[in-house]
């Protein structure tokens, strides 16, 4: 009876450790994949200017576009940064929990804050809007355009990632804590008077 | 030892069922907070227009303000809609905790966007931008500016709100689940070999 009991219980640690260590790798895979993006979508930023008889254009021109390449980058600095503290194994700590769990949302709410206002920029620069007379800068700087939305594509990727890496970190976090009543699963008994 | 036992388990579950209340009526309150502040906000871009000798400007002329104006009628209709169902003390299921988390992430992300872009479209408009020669429209629709610039505002609050709306709904949800390894709070003996 006892050996059987431990017998389970090994089983069942056995078991948890390997979700735990896939969970882990995981977790560590889908922090290095915003890295590659959010420098792919720097680069392309970086490199938008364009030339032509109608002036030229930049990307420091515009202060969306400033703000997604700052966004950009760290969100690749702090992806590295997590993917590596996730790599390692070792004990999960309440306070760890909670520092990725608050930095995740933060990233989530920067990246998609600077996908969105890009957004709305490109989609001025390409419709303009004849109320306030702002021109379809577009119609002469296509090409500048066409990189921009590349660059904002690529970050609503990011974002998917960090809603993906917030599920996460959320679930780290509060599995540590015990069920609100009535799904207390700890064991206790509770009163019928609770229901 | 018997008779300890019963009695510390009730008194425990005393202790959860207060707090799970005290959640609950929380909960409740930050659901009908943002009912308020949509509403407001709403009313005030929807009132928000302008007529002078530079021309007429109306909310509707400007994408990103119809975006906020429907994101906030979304968000009003959804945290009426949720403090309810959340008011009525029943059991919580595993579905449910994933539906609310779900609409919750949902929606921060929704009204976090409108806020983002509306925010870009007021600061063009203050600022203007002499490269892509989009004008300093409030210079001429100051009163139409600052309204707006109100009901952002009050949307930033409501995404605040929803932050907040975010984080309870994760833990609803993820105290359910047992907590990874080596974290184990439902009792398993976790052998040496797994540390």
Redesign the interface.
């Known amino acids: 009876m006892g050996n059987d009991r431990m017998k389970e219980?090994?089983v069942?640690?056995?078991d948890?450790?390997n979700?735990?260590t896939g969970?882990r790798t995981a977790e560590t895979l889908l922090r290095l994949l915003p890295v590659a993006l959010c420098v792919v979508a720097l680069v392309i930023m970086l490199k938008d200017s364009q030339s032509n008889d109608f002036?030229s254009?930049?990307y420091s021109?515009?202060?969306?576009f400033r703000y997604l390449v700052h966004a950009s980058g760290i969100c690749a600095g702090y992806s590295i940064l997590s993917a590596v503290v996730v790599a390692i194994p070792r004990?999960?700590t309440m306070s760890r929990a909670w520092t990725f769990f608050l930095l995740d949302?933060l990233l989530t709410?920067l990246i998609?804050?600077a996908g969105?206002?890009s957004?709305?920029?490109v989609?001025?620069?390409y419709?303009g809007?004849a109320?306030?007379?702002?021109?379809q800068?577009c119609g002469s700087f296509g090409g500048f355009c066409r990189k921009a939305t590349a660059s904002i594509a690529i970050t609503f990727i990011v974002t998917l990632c960090y809603?993906v890496l917030?599920l996460i970190s959320?679930?780290?976090?509060?599995?540590?804590?015990?069920?609100?009543?009535?799904?207390?699963?700890?064991?206790?008994?509770?009163?019928a008077f609770?229901?």
Do not use: H
């Not at 976090?173 to 008994?189: Q, R, T, W």
């Open positions: 219980s090994a069942a640690g056995e948890a450790m979700e735990s969970l002036g254009l930049s021109d515009i202060g969306a004990p999960s949302q709410y998609l804050s969105a206002i957004t709305e920029v989609y001025l620069a419709k809007d109320s306030i007379t702002w021109s800068t809603a917030s959320s679930y780290r976090l509060f599995s540590k804590y015990d069920a609100p009543v009535p799904c207390n699963n700890k064991g206790i008994e509770i009163p609770q229901t």
